[in-house]
């Protein structure tokens, strides 16, 4: 990637406060893009837009069950992680978590699943429509318009901003992504030709992606997810709403689960060249991403790539606002400075918004 500080071959990792930071928001109350920690708060502004408002049945459900199974008593915030596991688990144990009395579900599928990916899905979609480029910058294709062969981006968001943005230059889907899978191009989206500047660079979404489908039944999901490969990709302008049922294709992402599936050699693959991406990479970008409890296998493969690569990065540039974390009292510029001590030669240097880096680094 070639920055004011020179052409170094460089890994880009996205987290979700890249896309709150590239992105303004919609509407009043605000709906931006959510974080782990405030994703329910943005649930409750989204509802109650014209777009939102025709899933409050979905919305009522997850409530209930948050109210019921989690409530006053338990966790007081309850963040996206917290609810989806408490929800996971909750599937499987029909004889714990159930509804009042009568007949119980069988175990093994409940609705919740459904609405929860489903609302999450939504407020993407809605957000990728509507919202327009923070103070007016195009954040992503900045990044884009640096990249150089062999450079990677891993991001753990499931939107498509950066695949768009990518493709729209010339990337190729069909390679991209590190692993091979049909491609379908939606009218307006696919690009007049293939960029060689952008031929070897990757797109690495180890948490999947919403434009990624495979093979089975949403109510099997967690057998997909531990069993199967991507089959299609669709690029479109916006996430698809609905699943591919004529074709027995299951939208192919991991939800915000501790388990990553790891025994799927897919999943096992994109982890893989996570890695070697990691350790090979001469300077690191790190975007809205704090490595938080559920990240802990990103965590755990960068110390061991670093730990391998036997030498420092030329540079650790971390992209983040400087403000401390309630939970930790520690800010996630702190803390990924701490995590990177002595792994580069120059430190950390640190950016408070995606737009000062965007203004000061390119």
Avoid at 19 to 48: E, H, M
Avoid at 212 to 221: I, Q, R, S, T, V
């Amino acid at each position: 990637m070639n920055l004011r500080t020179g052409s170094k071959r460089t890994l880009v990792i996205l987290g979700a406060g890249a896309t709150r930071g590239a992105l303004s928001g919609v509407g009043s109350p605000r709906v931006v893009p959510p974080l782990n920690r405030d994703f329910f708060k943005i649930l409750n502004k989204f509802i109650v837009t014209t777009e939102g408002v025709k899933f409050k049945k979905a919305y009522k459900r997850l409530f209930d069950f948050i109210d019921r199974e989690i409530g006053p008593k338990g966790i007081p915030r309850p963040t996206m992680e917290e609810v989806f596991n408490v929800l996971f688990i909750s599937k499987d144990l029909p004889e714990i978590f159930h509804k009042g009395r009568g007949r119980r579900r069988t175990a093994g599928f409940r609705k919740e699943v459904r609405d929860f990916l489903s609302l999450l899905i939504r407020v993407f979609h809605f957000l990728q429509a509507r919202s327009k480029n923070r103070d007016g910058i195009r954040h992503h294709e900045m990044i884009t318009k640096a990249l150089e062969p062999s450079d990677t981006i891993l991001t753990l968001n499931y939107d498509t901003i950066m695949d768009n943005t990518l493709v729209q230059r010339g990337w190729n889907p069909r390679t991209g992504y590190g692993f091979q899978a049909q491609v379908k191009f939606e009218t307006g989206i696919r690009p007049d030709g293939f960029s060689q500047t952008l031929r070897d660079v990757r797109l690495l979404k180890p948490h999947g992606s919403f434009n990624w489908y495979a093979k089975g039944k949403f109510n099997e999901l967690e057998s997909v997810l531990e069993n199967r490969p991507v089959s299609k990709i669709v690029i479109s302008r916006l996430p698809k709403l609905y699943e591919d049922n004529q074709q027995k294709l299951v939208r192919f992402f991991i939800p915000p689960l501790y388990t990553k599936f790891f025994k799927n050699k897919f999943w096992s693959k994109v982890w893989t060249l996570s890695y070697l991406a990691i350790r090979n990479a001469e300077r690191i970008v790190i975007i809205g991403c704090s490595l938080i409890a559920t990240d802990y296998h990103l965590r755990a493969i960068i110390a061991k790539a670093m730990f391998d690569k036997g030498k420092r990065y030329e540079e650790i540039l971390i992209v983040d606002p400087d403000k401390r974390d309630k939970g930790t009292h520690k800010s996630v510029q702190k803390s990924l400075k701490s995590f990177f001590r002595g792994r580069s030669d120059g430190g950390c240097k640190t950016y408070d918004s995606f737009t000062q880096f965007c203004r000061k680094a390119f």
